[in-house]
């Protein structure tokens, strides 16, 4: 059974065209990851919430925003995708307590033409 | 910041053991681990090991780490063309995951 569920798994969206991506998990886990993954490149956090709690990196550009409705969802808003941004997002999920073990889903790869 | 280091591939013959290495820059890191990540897929944690601990065996894997070098391995046995994928070493410091780059393993018969 999917734990950490990513949707769409493939999105293309226009240069400027605001998009989101969707994150869902079955864990109950109260930690929540975003992380882009550029080509070749390792996963690099974006941000992430302990429960309600936003956790912004200080390198995450203002165009990447975030929402979680409820422990099971969490959405990466971008406002004006660039060519830049496209990339593989990957959503992780982690328990209070072993935020160390992360659960990632299968990632949604965004293609901006 | 913190430096994750991993080669970039490795190729292997079916059957073969595979190792795959990374050097990482803080002592204090608590726990590391090792992803895998196959094509257009996310990733899969694999293992992980306390920095008090110096082997770790799971299976056909076996982690080494050298805290004086600050070097982490994980050795696969008995390779198989299923075990193709991308390795990500990565360290937990200050709250969150730093991977390594990768490293692409391939598996020829």
């Known amino acids: 059974d999917a734990m950490v569920i990513q949707n769409p798994r493939y999105q293309v969206t226009q240069f400027g065209k605001p998009v989101t991506l969707s994150c869902s998990q079955t864990?109950?886990?109260?930690?929540m990851y975003w992380y882009q993954q550029k080509s070749s490149q390792a996963p690099k956090l974006l941000f992430h919430?302990?429960?309600?709690?936003?956790?912004n990196e200080a390198d995450t550009p203002d165009n990447f925003q975030s929402r979680r409705p409820n422990t099971s969802f969490c959405f990466l808003d971008i406002r004006s995708p660039g060519l830049g941004d496209a990339a593989m997002y990957l959503c992780?999920?982690?328990?209070?307590?072993?935020?160390?073990?992360?659960?990632f889903g299968p990632g949604t790869r965004l293609l901006v033409l | 910041g913190e430096d994750v280091e991993q080669s970039l591939f490795l190729s292997v013959r079916e059957g073969d053991s595979s190792v795959i290495n990374c050097t990482y820059t803080?002592?204090?890191?608590?726990?590391l681990y090792w992803y895998k990540q196959e094509p257009g897929a996310g990733l899969q944690l694999l293992t992980y090991i306390f920095s008090n601990m110096d082997m770790k065996q799971d299976q056909r894997l076996t982690v080494l780490l050298n805290k004086k070098d600050k070097h982490l391995s994980l050795r696969i046995a008995d390779t198989q063309t299923g075990d193709s994928a991308i390795y990500f070493c990565?360290?937990?410091?200050?709250?969150?995951?730093?991977f390594g780059t990768g490293t692409r393993l391939q598996v020829f018969p």
């Open positions: 864990l109950n886990h109260n930690v």
């Open positions: 919430y302990y429960d309600k709690d936003f956790n």
């Open positions: 803080d002592s204090s890191s608590t726990y």
């Open positions: 990565a360290e937990w410091w200050t709250d969150k995951l730093i």
């Open positions: 992780a999920t982690s328990r209070e307590g072993e935020k160390e073990t992360q659960y």
